[in-house]
């Protein structure tokens, strides 16, 4: 019975998760020794490649991460 159990947690912590990953944009204001810093985040990728896209001319730098951290777009 235990054993039912720890997938039912396993699932719904799957779920949760997958509810709670997000697109992230990042963004270098003006140097490439400055850290990333967050300028938004999105519930899926093409809105966030698109608000990167527009915003990419008044940065440094811009990337697109997934939500398991690799870099989707970038500029």
């Known amino acids: 019975m235990k054993h039912k159990q ?9 779920r949760i998760f997958s509810e709670l990953a997000l ?4 963004y270098k204001p003006n140097k490439i020794s400055q850290p990333w810093s967050i300028l ?10 698109i608000k990167a896209n ?4 008044k940065y440094f730098m811009v990337k697109v991460t997934s ?5 989707a777009w970038s500029n």
Do not use: C, M, Y
């Open 54 to 57: 527009q915003v990419s001319s």
């Open 40 to 49: 938004d985040t999105f519930d899926n990728r093409l809105s966030a490649i």
């Open 23 to 26: 697109w992230v944009l990042h």
């Open 6 to 14: 720890n997938d039912r947690n396993e699932n719904q912590q799957e």
């Open 67 to 71: 939500p398991d951290g690799k870099i």
